[in-house]
């Protein structure tokens, strides 16, 4: 069974830190996404790679950063914590490939409140 | 840029009802489009999706979608609900311009389902 792994499922953070949340896939995908999901704006794409030290900026990158150093483990950095940044996070996997792969996998995804 | 529209924001039905969420998208080309579906607590699970050649597309869970390129939309349906469907949908538009570009997806805002005994 496919399986895409955030290492928290909550997470409580003081204004001002640096947070990381982890993602692992163990499907050997090339993409992965970090996505924040806020009530009535649906998802929105933070940052994607397709590869290994390789990260493309997606629509709301501001204030964050992301580290890819190994294939299956794609962390988003919360450099300096703010609450503007409390919401859900979603990591998510698929495969690079012709279009019909081009199926997105999702974590659970971890609820940040940043206080 | 892409973009998806899903009108209703929340949606009521009685079990054993049929179901209609809507989606409508804007993109310059030939669109890739998803319907996902995400339970509370939970993440993103893949209903269905279209990329090409038959316009009604039937996914898990009962579901179909309708592609109506006339009128830029990717309708979920459902013939008869079942408590368990309450849930919230989201529908996407994935780009396809290049190898890189394959997977990444715009979302709509969500359709939050109740369903009524």
């Known amino acids: 069974d496919v399986k895409v792994t955030q290492s928290s499922r909550y997470l409580v953070k003081r204004t001002g830190e640096k947070v990381f949340l982890e993602c692992v896939q163990d499907?050997?995908?090339?993409?992965m996404f970090w996505y924040r999901q806020d009530p009535g704006l649906g998802l929105r794409l933070i940052y994607f790679?397709?590869?290994?030290?390789?990260?493309e900026k997606g629509d709301i990158p501001e204030g964050y950063s992301v580290s890819r150093e190994k294939k299956e483990r794609f962390s988003l950095i919360l450099e300096s914590a703010s609450t503007n940044q409390t919401s859900m996070y979603l990591c998510?996997?698929?495969?690079?490939?012709?279009?019909?792969?081009?199926?997105?996998?999702f974590g659970q995804g971890t609820r940040l409140t940043v206080v | 840029a892409q973009s998806v529209t899903q009108p209703d924001i929340h949606i009521t039905v009685s079990e054993g009802a049929s179901l209609e969420l809507r989606c409508n998208y804007s993109y310059g080309a030939t669109p890739y489009l998803f319907w996902y579906v995400q339970s509370p607590g939970q993440g993103l699970q893949l209903l269905l999706k279209y990329f090409s050649g038959d316009t009604l597309v039937q996914g898990i869970k009962g579901f179909e979608a309708e592609f109506k390129r006339s009128q830029s939309s990717f309708n979920l349906r459902k013939p008869s609900v079942h408590w368990s469907d309450a849930a919230e949908y989201f529908c996407?538009?994935?780009?396809?311009?290049?190898?890189?570009?394959?997977?990444?997806?715009?979302f709509g805002q969500g359709t939050i389902l109740t369903v009524h005994p």
């Open positions: 998510a996997s698929s495969l690079l490939g012709d279009r019909t792969n081009t199926e997105a996998f």
């Open positions: 499907m050997d995908h090339e993409n």
């Open positions: 996407a538009v994935g780009k396809g311009a290049g190898g890189t570009s394959y997977g990444k997806l715009t």
């Open positions: 790679s397709y590869d290994v030290k390789m990260k």
